[in-house]
């Protein structure tokens, strides 16, 4: 918000947890796995790619291929054959496949839960990292989630990105650039946990169309709500230095 300090953006935030908190109480990841590997190929598999989807193929996918030493020496073509409906399947395919044999050679075929190691694996970047290791606190199978080596961040998707800059939390759109704002402004312990709610209420009412400004929950503290959800330091640079349909039409009579 216009004049806001730093100190009062993080009260605004707080009442933000607060009130996200309320309305989504109990939060899981939307990717169905039963352990950190078919977590890690799911999250692969979700890159521009709904998570209902990637929950329609994982069954099929993961029915036939159960560890990273399968997938390691699966057929491309056979694996880009069941993966296809989650689109780019070709690069998911190299995506998995190398990923797997780096899990095989180099970590006994068990998922890394460190940041550094992760982003080692192709095609796992800070995003991917993130929800695997967001997982160690929120999945049953996690157990260190507070371990604070782990490097775990804020997982930025499109939602989390949407949210952060129409809530006024973040200038940029780069994703690594909104996640240090966040880390700055979110306490730790909800690092985990904040993105999904975030996740949940950009599905739900922050939507990235028509998003429910007049009856939000977070309407007070949203400096986007005046303008229904486009507030001009989202608008492209070329939208905002258009000049406007009066103003226009006086330019082209002259």
């Known amino acids: 918000m216009r004049g806001e300090s730093p100190t009062q953006r993080r009260r605004r935030v707080r009442k933000i947890l607060t009130r996200l908190r309320a309305r989504y109480p109990a939060v899981r990841l939307p990717l169905r ?27 099929v996918l993961f029915e036939k291929y159960r560890t990273p030493d399968e997938f390691a020496t699966a057929t491309p073509r056979e694996l880009e054959r069941i993966i296809r ?30 940041m550094d190691e992760l982003r080692t694996l192709e095609g796992v970047g800070r995003k991917t990292a993130n929800v695997v290791l967001s997982a160690k606190r929120l999945e049953p199978w996690g157990g260190n989630g507070d371990d604070p080596t782990d490097g775990l961040g804020i997982v930025v998707d499109t ?69 229904a959800g486009n507030p001009p330091w989202m608008r492209p640079r070329a939208a905002r230095a258009r000049p406007g349909p009066t103003r226009a039409r006086r330019q082209r009579r002259a």
């Open 159 to 227: 939602h989390v990105r949407r949210l952060s800059q129409r809530l006024g939390l973040a200038k940029t759109s780069d994703p690594e650039k909104i996640e240090q704002a966040l880390m700055a402004l979110v306490p730790r312990t909800d690092w985990d946990a904040f993105s999904l709610r975030l996740i949940y209420f950009g599905r739900e009412i922050c939507t990235a169309r028509r998003p429910r400004c007049p009856t939000c929950p977070l309407q007070t503290l949203c400096p986007s709500a005046p303008y």
């Open 33 to 59: 796995h039963r352990d950190p590997f078919q977590l890690l190929v799911a999250t692969i598999l979700s890159a521009q790619c709904t998570d209902a989807m990637v929950n329609r193929v994982t069954p």
């Open 85 to 114: 409906p989650t689109g780019f399947f070709r690069q998911k395919t190299r995506a998995l496949i190398g990923a797997s044999q780096t899990l095989v050679e180099r970590f006994g075929g068990r998922v890394p839960l460190t």
